[in-house]
């Protein structure tokens, strides 16, 4: 089937040429493999491809345009224990598929071995039964697209402002968008959408995997479906159902527009990625739907005896020590950069990326040098989750630049002082000490010193947990239509309800007190020094009604209410204000860490200045006891010709006296903001010399600039 003049070797997929299309799949201990096209009426042919050097097989067809629907089969040995699970009656997407048509339908004939009616089995015994009515087809498609002077936004680390969110979760019930374009790639790039980021003034979309996926068979038989979107069928097609038109081409070329309309409106798009696993879960008890039918020895990390070396958590882990795998992985990667213009990527559970043969992770792990060193992937925006379940998974502030890392103690050291301290107040139990909140206030030196303040990437809350209105009014998490008996999800939340439990519930003063609880937690992600990423719906105070693993709730738990009041106006137009100071002062924005401070000697060098609720110098005794409750910080841009700023946080459940502090130059502190505002334009005229006392209301935090 080699065809004059292709070049070898073949790219993988399938490639319209001259005439025809090209088609090329990995498939290493195969003995055989098929090209399975499909017509209209369901009927298959089947041409068998030529085999390479290398594990490749390839060959052109003629006549094959844009829009074939196509699979693939292969025949080669049924040995488990040694990882090879060839079984040709099974039809195979193919892993380099750019579009995907149809969905899973969890049926025993999907499964290469024997299982029972509940999916279970021992993993042995091979299955003969013809899977192709229960999976979806691959489709061939044309990659032209008017792209016009599309340019990428390339908005400077310095100025990101990251707004995590969900196609189908943002757009499923906004009144401005059309109903049949809610949902989708074309709702999320909506003139009302694009009108509601600008109002924030965020820079840079990250979107929740937008990669083929299915959902889990388990979810399937309690009827259920994956939300989220972490269980991938294809790492290059587009996952179909979030596309408004019903033609795979269509999906495709409609992501292509979403990505224009962002770009054009100054908007960066990040994807959220998951390499670390795939659909197929463990070899025992999952699936055979494309990667395992054809080279399952080489994509998947085995142990000795066959089984998966599972550090996902999902059944399998992707063996990037393994040529075949990593190359998967970076074309994926280039092609959503090149064809869909994409600015960058969010690596779910990242560690699992950088095991190498002992297991061990390694920042000089070949894939992780590859990404940073291809002249085409070197230059959009790299973000890692830095764990998996592996053994010391734990990697925060490891990755190498330019890399940056989700920042988890960042997200728990602010909880704990805004909620976990507060709580503590009420019970009479003692604070935390605030140590680590100075650190994650000046960009986590302690852990990216090596780096710069820009590789943290600060975040309160996130897709999986809470959500800021939720961590306010629920002690416990409350999972049940998840049907897991409430026993997923963290129970680790260090989130308090103020007395009372849910949002729906607690009077006008206990609704006051939740309402300047997000406010304070708003102020600490937007203000501190680092990257920040904003969960998209906490502008709106968005509940999941206590649901804090809303993976599989495609419905009003996950999704973004719309209906506004009052007080979520106010506390938008609070996210933007918020966001418009960080963006207006370059102090808070620095690519170096802080000069440290220091208790006595010269401070005019000082960048950043530590006092306590008195005015004077944090020492370490006001650093480690668990009585202190407020700190102040000053922001000195002078050196910058920007304005001085003083942040006052008072974490105590009590109003209290706090003396501003003098700093050199100073004259006078005006109040520019306060949490005890509802809305920005509330705030009221303050201005205090320095060495004057102010009352601080309880858990309150305040931006003060300096006048000289």
């Known amino acids: 089937m ?90 195979l997407a193919d892993p380099y598929a750019r579009a995907l048509e149809g969905e899973v339908h969890w049926q025993p004939e999907v499964f290469g071995h024997q299982v029972g009616s509940y999916f279970d089995g021992d993993g042995y015994q091979r299955d003969e039964r013809d899977s192709a009515p229960y999976v979806p087809r691959s489709v061939v498609v044309d990659d032209r697209f008017d792209w016009g002077d599309d340019r990428r936004p390339q908005v400077p680390w310095d100025e990101t402002v990251i707004y995590e969110t969900h196609v189908r979760g943002l757009t499923m019930t906004h009144p401005g968008i059309p109903e049949e374009l809610r949902g989708t790639y074309a709702g999320v790039a909506h003139p009302s959408v694009i009108a509601h980021l600008r109002r924030l003034g965020v820079t840079t979309i990250e979107l929740l995997p937008v990669h083929a996926f299915t959902s889990e068979p388990h979810l399937v038989q309690v009827g259920l479906e994956n939300y989220w979107g972490y269980n991938t069928l294809g790492f290059f097609a587009p996952h179909a159902p979030y596309a408004s038109s019903h033609d795979p081409q269509g999906a495709v070329d409609e992501f292509k527009g979403m990505v224009k309309l962002l770009h054009a409106a100054g908007f960066e798009v990040v994807l959220d990625v998951v390499y670390n696993h795939t659909c197929e879960q463990g070899a025992s008890s999952g699936a055979t739907l494309s990667w395992r039918g054809l080279a399952g020895h080489d994509y998947y990390r085995l142990d000795e005896r066959g089984h998966d070396v599972d550090v996902t958590g999902c059944g399998n882990t992707l063996d990037m020590r393994h040529p075949t795998a990593v190359r998967m992985v970076l074309d994926s990667l280039r092609y959503w950069v090149s064809e869909m213009h994409v600015d960058g990527f969010r690596f779910d559970l990242a560690v699992a990326l950088g095991r190498g043969q002992d297991d061990g992770f390694s920042p000089d792990h070949p894939f992780l040098v590859g990404l940073r060193t291809d002249p085409v992937l070197s230059g959009v925006k790299l973000i890692a989750e830095p764990w998996d379940l592996g053994s010391h998974g734990w990697r925060t502030g490891q990755f190498p630049p330019p890399f940056g890392d989700w920042n988890d103690r960042f997200r728990d050291t602010v909880r704990n002082f805004w909620l976990g301290d507060l709580a503590a107040d009420h019970a009479g139990h003692p604070r935390h000490a605030l140590a680590d909140l100075g650190a994650r206030i000046a960009g986590s030196p302690d852990l990216f010193g090596h780096r710069s303040p820009q590789a943290a990437i600060n975040y309160v809350t996130a897709h999986d947990g809470f959500t800021m209105a939720d961590l306010t009014a629920y002690n416990h998490k409350h999972n049940g239509a998840n049907a897991e008996g409430n026993r997923d999800g963290t129970d680790n939340n260090r989130s308090w309800n103020f007395g009372v439990e849910g949002w729906e519930f607690g009077d006008q003063p206990v609704q006051r007190l939740r309402r300047r609880a997000i406010r304070n937690l708003l102020a600490t992600l937007l203000l501190s020094s680092g990257t920040p990423m904003l969960l998209g719906g906490d502008e709106l105070a968005r509940s999941q009604r206590g649901n804090n693993n809303a993976y599989c709730q495609n419905n009003e738990i996950a999704w973004y209410n719309w209906d506004l009041d009052y007080t979520q106006d106010d506390l938008i137009d609070t996210t933007g204000f918020l966001i418009a100071l960080r963006q207006a002062h370059p102090v808070l924005r620095r690519r170096r860490f802080f000069t440290p401070d220091v208790p006595s000697g010269d401070l005019s060098e000082v960048s950043l200045r530590w006092c306590n609720a008195d005015g004077q110098f944090m020492d370490s005794w006001h650093w480690q006891s668990p009585e202190t409750s407020t700190v102040q910080a000053i922001f000195d841009g002078s050196p910058a010709g920007d304005t001085t700023l003083l942040f006052v946080l008072h974490g105590s459940s009590q109003d209290s006296a706090v003396t501003v502090p003098a700093h050199d130059g100073v004259t006078t502190w005006e109040l520019l903001w306060s949490s005890m505002a509802e809305h920005p334009s509330w705030v009221p005229d303050l201005s205090l010399a320095p060495g004057d006392a102010w009352k601080a209301a309880a858990a309150s935090f305040a931006v003060f600039a300096g006048v000289r």
Request: proline fraction near 8%; glycine fraction near 16%; include cysteine.
């Open 2 to 91: 080699q065809r004059p003049g292709v070049d070898f070797p073949p790219a993988f997929g399938a490639h319209l040429r001259d005439g025809g299309c090209e088609f090329s799949v990995y498939a290493g201990q195969a003995e055989k493999v098929w090209l399975c096209l499909f017509d209209d009426t369901g009927g298959e042919r089947r041409i068998p491809l030529d085999p390479y050097v290398g594990g490749v097989w390839a060959g052109f067809v003629e006549g094959v345009r844009a829009g074939q629907r196509y699979g693939l089969r292969a025949t080669g040995p049924w040995d488990p224990w040694a990882g090879q699970r060839y079984n040709s009656q099974k039809l």
